[in-house]
């Protein structure tokens, strides 16, 4: 099941089922199983809160992933501030709407194994994020 729940912000006009199912296809296209994953949409100060509180950094992010991933089911929590996502829009020239569900599939795209920290990473992540973006327009 995925749920999105929204604390201190008005919930994001996403169309949740078509974004569900499109979650769901990304999984499945990496062989793996939706399980409870948790969407927290919330501004700038609760996402620095979590930040401090469960990673030990002091820094505003665009989202934050919690893996409780088991086998090939995905499960997690993940964070996005919707004041990070409006400034990253406008600060790389992209529509809002296209960066919110960039930042939407990122998060599963780390449940699904993906990584953007090493050598190398960030640019996987990229094409993976660009693959997925495709998948929701099909």
Request: with cysteine; net charge negative; charged share 35%.
């Amino acid at each position: 099941m995925i749920t999105y729940n929204v604390e201190g912000v008005r919930m994001p006009k996403i169309r949740k089922r078509e974004t569900t199912a499109w979650i769901r296809r990304v999984a499945e296209s990496y062989g793996k199983t939706v399980g409870e994953v948790g969407y927290l949409f919330c501004d700038d100060e609760r996402i620095l809160a979590v930040n401090r509180e469960y990673l030990g950094h002091d820094y505003y992010t665009d989202i934050i992933t919690f893996d409780y991933c088991e086998g090939d089911i995905i499960n997690g929590d993940l964070v996005i501030s919707l004041d990070t996502v409006r400034t990253n829009a406008e600060k790389f020239s992209k529509d809002y709407d296209e960066e919110l569900h960039r930042v939407i599939i990122h998060g599963i795209l780390h449940l699904c194994g993906e990584k953007d920290k090493g050598p190398g990473e960030r640019e996987k992540m990229e094409a993976a994020e660009d693959r997925a973006l495709r998948m929701r327009q099909a």
